[in-house]
């Protein structure tokens, strides 16, 4: 769909001029498609009418046309079929494509393209084959399992899809020569440890010694040792269970 698609510019990992992600450039032309993930055509039905390939996910996309005339795409679950009809809202039946609050959702349904706040969009569980489960309940919160086993609280009147997301056999997929990673905007990767000390802060050093300096750094010079979580992040009061056994801060 020509009205669903805009070209993705160039950045190739530079801020004017300046290279602020490493290993970005020289990939090929791209558009972008406008996906739907707020799913706020509340009751109103579509009909699956492709399922389309994005040069910019490992998932599927599928271009849905609704009742209204309207075409909107959205990631397409697992076992979705074309002509499959898909809806959202709080009495949309519990199908595969489907989107409903996590509240109306029964315990043990897989569900993707979860919101975090409610009418944002979905944020959570959006790749190719990953899929999370509703967990429970617990007073005023929704616990749902994420793909890493972490267990988090979710607004109840969050949005989720159910089902897993499609294509899951693409992280077993062979790229089988090194000019497709570049045709993907993927640059050689250098040891930093084998750089020079002004261009890696792992550069230098005698001999083949693990880090030049005295303490390994990131690129931009911050402590990369130890734990590197924010301790009083603001959703460490939505986890139940860290997908790490183990001491959290």
Do not use: C
Request: glycine share 12%; proline share 6%.
């Amino acid at each position: 769909m020509k009205k669903l698609k805009n070209i993705l510019k160039k950045n190739s990992g530079r801020s004017q001029g300046t290279v602020t992600v490493r290993h970005q450039g020289g990939r090929e032309k791209r558009f972008l498609r406008e996906v739907d993930y707020r799913r706020e055509k509340i009751g109103v039905w579509g009909k699956v009418e492709a399922i389309e390939y994005d040069p910019n996910r490992n998932a599927r996309l599928a271009l849905v046309l609704y009742e209204d005339g309207e075409r909107r795409y959205i990631i397409a679950p697992k076992d979705i079929k074309v002509g499959q009809k898909v809806t959202s809202g709080e009495l949309a039946p519990l199908e595969i494509g489907n989107a409903l609050p996590l509240g109306k959702i029964a315990v043990g349904t897989p569900v993707h393209n979860i919101e975090v706040k409610p009418g944002k969009g979905g944020q959570y569980v959006k790749s190719a084959g990953s899929v999370a489960t509703v967990f429970g309940r617990e007073e005023d919160w929704v616990l749902v399992k994420m793909p890493s086993a972490e267990i988090r609280r979710f607004d109840p009147k969050a949005m989720a899809t159910i089902g897993q997301v499609g294509n899951p056999e693409a992280r077993t997929r062979n790229l089988r020569k090194a000019g497709t990673k570049r045709h993907m905007g993927i640059r050689p990767t250098v040891r930093g440890k084998a750089q020079h000390p002004d261009s890696h802060p792992h550069g230098g050093g005698e001999g083949r010694s693990p880090v030049g300096m005295k303490a390994p750094k990131t690129p931009w010079g911050k402590p990369a040792v130890g734990k590197t979580r924010v301790k009083r992040k603001y959703s460490n009061r939505l986890i139940i269970q860290h997908r790490k056994k183990g001491k959290h801060s």
